[in-house]
């Protein structure tokens, strides 16, 4: 079958291969892949030449015909983090993330354990299931806090975390800005009912960007006592400023996704895709097939060509 993997560099090529079953599967299912989104993430992951598939963003249907989309990390459920309900901070866990550590999601086909499947609701088909991914990783981001009525919102950064993040805000009936830096972007924050003026101090500030310029501003424009949340990765060091500790700003991470109350935040975030369609016709820029992998992740990588979420099918 085909597969994407790194080239060694920095880019990617597609190559064949065999479906590999990971060793922590105790119940594989084969998934056909059929939606396959290219994260920020992969862009790095790329270019430090892992021997692995890439893709941790992917949808598909299973033999039977059933369309699902594919949580990608896979806890232990028996170290004290997922026993206290922490699931995604998995002592073990980035041992068996698709796409990272096991073979993911850009390729034919994928074998995961059937823990993994999440099935997409009515309506909702897997050549966008991708989109589940990224969705749950804004939902994570905005339960990470306590919203209070009327609280002020906004989001820096208007790559594809960052506008699901809006759509998960409006989602939730809460009023959020959006500071993003290409107008196809600002544009697209405006479909999902962001507001593009920013004021000059906000409640809650998440940062969706993942620079020192975008940490900076946002302890800039969050109020004293206020929240910062991180829904990005810093792939180089940052640091923080004296405004950090005369405001007493709340920094917190916000990584990947596992439960809220007991309900898988993938399950909340299949939901969410279906209740709003019009996320997917705002978020999806490109699509590439398989084979035109390497050209997809230079698109991907190029975010001043209008690109916000780019996706590969067959």
Not at 33 to 52: K, M, T, Y
Request: with cysteine; proline share 5%.
């Amino acid at each position: 079958m085909r597969a994407v993997r790194a080239s060694g560099d920095g880019g990617v090529r597609v190559v064949d291969v065999e479906p590999t079953v990971p060793a922590h599967a105790t119940d594989p299912v084969r998934v056909r892949v059929r939606s396959c989104g290219i994260c920020g993430s992969d862009l790095h992951l790329a270019a430090w030449n892992l021997p692995v598939t890439l893709g941790h963003e992917f949808a598909g249907v299973l033999d039977d015909g059933t369309a699902v989309a594919v949580q990608p990390n896979v806890w232990c459920g028996e170290c004290d983090r997922c026993l206290a309900g922490e699931t995604n901070l998995c002592r073990t866990g980035l041992t068996r993330l698709h796409g990272v550590s096991v073979d993911g999601g850009l390729a034919d086909e994928v074998i995961v354990d059937r823990s993994c499947l999440v099935p997409l609701p009515t309506g909702v088909g897997a050549e966008i299931g991708a989109l589940v991914e990224p969705l749950a990783v804004a939902g994570h981001a905005v339960r990470r806090v306590e919203l209070e009525p009327g609280a002020r919102i906004l989001v820096i950064g208007g790559g594809s975390i960052g506008l699901a993040l809006v759509g998960v805000a409006q989602a939730n009936a809460v009023d959020v800005d959006l500071s993003a830096r290409y107008p196809h972007q600002r544009e697209a924050g405006e479909r999902l009912g962001a507001r593009l003026v920013v004021a000059d101090e906000y409640d809650v500030v998440v940062d969706a960007a993942g620079s020192q310029a975008s940490l900076d501003d946002a302890v800039t424009r969050v109020r004293p006592g206020g929240t910062v949340v991180v829904a990005a990765t810093y792939w180089d060091p940052v640091s923080f400023g004296t405004d950090l500790l005369g405001k007493e700003v709340h920094v917190v991470p916000a990584a990947m996704y596992g439960h809220d109350h007991g309900v898988r935040e993938f399950d909340l975030a299949a939901e969410l895709l279906a209740a709003r369609p019009e996320l997917a016709d705002v978020l999806v820029s490109h699509r590439f097939a398989l084979d035109d992998a390497a050209e997809a992740f230079r698109v991907s990588g190029d975010r001043a060509s209008g690109a916000i979420k780019v996706v590969l099918g067959p």
